[in-house]
């Protein structure tokens, strides 16, 4: 599926109000991650804590924080987050304790 600049790939991931995409950016050739939400789902708070997020990202700059690249609002019905697209995925699926080794937790990551 094709979205603006942007060839959407497979969803990546899911959440309670969005689905991630790993997408194709066609003039860069780079891999991006993109956050569509769907509007008619987003009700006041909600949609406050969007535009909020949106906010701080655009803000940010360390490098072990995902960047924020853009927002598009698409005349799909959606608010698209372009975001940079983490080769490895979430570090909360490295993170997750696996074995308990003494005091020590042993994650997926190191297993």
């Given at each position: 599926?094709?979205?603006?600049?942007?060839?959407?790939?497979?969803?990546?991931?899911?959440?309670?109000?969005?689905?991630?995409?790993?997408?194709?950016?066609?003039?860069?050739?780079?891999?991006?991650?993109?956050?569509?939400?769907?509007r008619d789902s987003l009700?006041?708070?909600?949609?406050?804590?969007?535009?909020?997020?949106?906010?701080?990202?655009?803000?940010?700059?360390?490098?072990?924080?995902?960047?924020?690249?853009?927002?598009?609002?698409?005349?799909?019905?959606?608010?698209?987050?372009?975001?940079?697209?983490?080769?490895?995925?979430?570090?909360?699926?490295?993170?997750?304790?696996?074995?308990?080794?003494?005091?020590?937790?042993?994650?997926?990551?190191?297993?």
């Amino acid at each position: 599926m094709e979205f603006g600049e942007y060839v959407m790939g497979e969803v990546i991931g899911r959440g309670s109000s969005a689905v991630v995409h790993q997408a194709w950016q066609r003039k860069t050739g780079a891999f991006v991650a993109i956050k569509k939400f769907g509007r008619d789902s987003l009700e006041g708070t909600d949609l406050k804590a969007v535009h909020t997020e949106i906010e701080l990202l655009s803000k940010l700059d360390h490098p072990n924080i995902v960047k924020y690249l853009c927002s598009i609002d698409g005349n799909d019905g959606h608010l698209h987050v372009v975001l940079e697209y983490m080769e490895n995925g979430s570090l909360a699926l490295r993170r997750r304790p696996s074995v308990v080794a003494g005091d020590t937790y042993a994650t997926a990551a190191t297993l």
